[in-house]
């Protein structure tokens, strides 16, 4: 699934490609969307906004709709100047946004819906932006009583829990524990409220540090992005426990753990000599 980081590089791009411009063309494969553009056509609306909201992108056109899109595992959006070549088959289109300049593409985007912006938080449990790492808004008091609040429940499990703290995926989980020195299986109730503080700190450094660069780039894909935590540039030392089951934990030498956690079933890796509590 693309991280909080992806969706909001892709807001960012889709940003400049779309704000302030007039819409010139819709297409849509979903009848909803057909359906809200029959009774309300964008054609002529301007895009006001595009913003990321944990894994939530929400595309705000000037006639009141918004279009909220959600990547799950296959989605992903392009952006390209009219006559190019598109990178994924047509009959991969979802959806298809166009101005004067540029063409968006949404390709299997597996969710899509019309909404009132008043519609949106209670009908998609959108979380706010005071607990969205990637938010200007980004409130660090309250993300931490909101991870506080799942006590009962593993700091590995709680850390994927987008309505606790939002736009941490299952790399950066694993890489947030390490660097923080906090076993993924133990319980938030046993974390004293600093130890949480400094969880929920490390996570908005961690993500935001992979949203810094910014290539301008006038296509974005989720196939090709490489998540750095460890800050070296060599591509095999790029994360610290991530995908590097039995391999030698880059700081004390153990061989990393891998083992699937919570009622989803997602993976964890965790070095058990430098993660201990
Ligand atoms: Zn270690």
């Not at 301007?46 to 056109?61: A, C, M, P, Y």
Request: charged share 25%; aromatic share 8%.
């Amino acid at each position: 699934m693309p991280e909080g980081d992806t969706i909001f590089r892709t807001a960012r791009a889709l940003g400049r490609a779309l704000t302030a411009k007039a819409v010139t063309g819709f297409r849509s494969t979903y009848p909803l969307l057909t359906r809200f553009n029959d009774d309300t056509p964008l054609i002529g609306q301007t895009v006001e906004s595009v913003d990321s909201r944990g894994k939530w992108l929400l595309i705000q056109f000037s006639g009141g709709g918004m279009l909220v899109t959600h990547m799950l595992m296959s989605g992903s959006w392009h952006i390209y100047r009219h006559g190019e070549r598109w990178q994924r088959p047509r009959n991969h289109m979802r959806i298809l946004l166009e101005n004067s300049d540029y063409v968006a593409v949404g390709f299997s985007v597996p969710v899509a819906k019309m909404m009132r912006a008043h519609e949106l938080a209670r009908a998609l449990r959108i979380p706010p932006a005071a607990i969205d790492v990637l938010s200007a808004e980004f409130d660090a008091g309250e993300a931490t009583r909101r991870v506080q609040a799942h006590g009962g429940e593993e700091v590995g499990d709680v850390l994927l829990h987008q309505e606790a703290i939002a736009g941490v995926g299952n790399v950066f989980k694993s890489e947030i524990c390490f660097v923080t020195a906090t076993n993924p299986f133990c319980k938030v109730a046993d974390l004293d409220s600093e130890r949480v503080a400094f969880l929920v700190a490390t996570s908005r450094r961690l993500v935001k540090a992979n949203v810094l660069e910014d290539s301008g780039e006038t296509m974005v894909t989720y196939g090709g992005m490489h998540r750095r935590t460890t800050g070296r540039i060599d591509p095999g030392e790029r994360v610290w426990v991530y995908g590097r089951g039995d391999e030698p934990c880059r700081k004390c030498g153990e061989p990393i753990r891998r083992q699937l956690q919570g009622p989803d079933a997602r993976v964890t890796f965790w070095c058990p000599k430098c993660q201990k509590s």
